[in-house]
T-cell receptor, first 116, second 109 residues
């Protein structure tokens, strides 16, 4: 069966410090991978998605970047965190197909980031 | 591109019914429904793939009106465990997956 893990689960970082959140998927190959952010009491904002190694699409201009160094590994990074980067970050995956019409999206456990 | 949900929040007593609506300005190819408890990842409830489809399990069901670009989630005889935030979601041919604005549902005894 397929599983998805992300870490760390909780992070408190000072403004201006770097960030690295990591996500891995097991039990499948060539998945589509996603990073979402959820501010407190808000909805899920799509940040990045990837359909293959080295292929990253950004949804909104921001202080963050994403990389996919391996097929089932997705990393969210920042060189200098801002207070507005605080939130709940979720990694997710779907089966790798050419479109998402019938795919279900599965989430990791989430990472709480507080920038102080 | 984000679907809009209504209402934003609803409070129910146990046993009452609720309807959550999801509307998109673009064609919905499919609709997914998720429930999220505070501090946890969203959990998949169901997917509807074509216009006119209705689906359900236990006392939670959903409909998909493809022509109107809308979907509705129906919660019948609500239980305390139904509390959480409900999101609709939609995928497209471009591999993006967007979630709705969310509806906070609170069931009280």
């Amino acid at each position: 069966s397929q599983t998805i893990h992300q870490w760390p689960a909780t992070l408190v970082q000072p403004v201006g410090s770097p960030l690295s959140l990591e996500c891995t998927v097991e039990g499948t190959s060539n998945p589509n991978l996603y990073w979402y952010r959820q501010a407190a009491g808000r909805g899920l904002q799509l940040l990045f998605y990837s359909v293959g190694i080295g292929q990253i699409s950004s949804e909104v201009p921001q202080n963050l970047s994403a990389s996919r160094p391996q097929d089932r590994q997705f990393i969210l990074s920042s060189k200098k965190l801002l207070l507005s980067d605080s939130g709940f970050y979720l990694c997710a995956w779907t089966r790798g197909t050419t479109h998402l019409v019938g795919n279900t999206i599965y989430f990791g456990e989430g990472s709480w980031l507080t920038v102080v | 591109q984000q679907p809009v949900q209504s209402p934003q929040a609803v409070i129910l007593r146990e046993g009452e019914d609720a309807v959550i609506n999801c509307s998109s300005s673009k064609a919905l190819y499919s609709v997914h429904w998720y429930r999220q408890k505070h501090g946890e990842a969203p959990v998949f409830l169901m997917i509807l793939l074509k216009g006119g489809e209705q689906k359900g399990h236990d006392k939670i069901s959903a409909s998909f009106n493809e022509k109107k670009q809308q979907s509705s989630l129906y919660l019948t005889a609500s239980q305390l465990s139904y509390s959480g935030t409900y999101f609709c979601g939609t995928g497209n041919t471009g591999n993006q997956f967007y979630f709705g604005t969310g509806t906070s549902l609170t069931v009280i005894p």
